[in-house]
């Protein structure tokens, strides 16, 4: 098993309403992460993962992306200490 990390991840752009927290969950999970995605007051998306740091990094490139009818302009990324706080992997629902 690699090194377990935690990131914790604000997307920017046309994220909210384009399905991006389906297409996290759906990602995360099949990564074999854990954690939650939330949409957030101002727009943006919040990603909170824990993980294998290789499969958190491909979650990351995923946050480029997006979904179909998503436009990410902007990806940032704090780096934190594994917790170990998550048993799955959630979409919270209602804005922060």
């Known amino acids: 098993m690699g090194e377990l990390r935690?990131?914790?991840a604000f997307v920017s752009g046309r994220?909210?309403?384009?399905f991006?927290?389906?297409?996290?969950?759906?990602?995360?999970?099949?990564l074999g992460l854990v954690g939650f995605v939330r949409n957030l007051y101002d727009g943006r998306v919040e990603v909170v993962a824990e993980?294998?740091?290789?499969?958190?990094?491909?979650?990351i490139?995923?946050?480029?992306?997006?979904?179909?009818?998503?436009v990410v302009?902007?990806?940032?990324?704090?780096?934190?200490d594994y917790t170990g706080d998550f048993d799955s992997f959630n979409i919270r629902?209602?804005?922060f």
């Open 6 to 8: 935690r990131i914790h």
């Open 15 to 18: 994220v909210q309403g384009v």
């Open 20 to 30: 991006f927290r389906s297409f996290v969950k759906e990602h995360a999970e099949e």
């Open 51 to 59: 993980g294998e740091k290789e499969k958190l990094e491909e979650l």
């Open 61 to 70: 490139e995923l946050l480029h992306v997006g979904p179909p009818h998503a």
């Open 73 to 80: 302009e902007k990806v940032e990324v704090e780096w934190q």
């Open 93 to 95: 629902y209602g804005l």
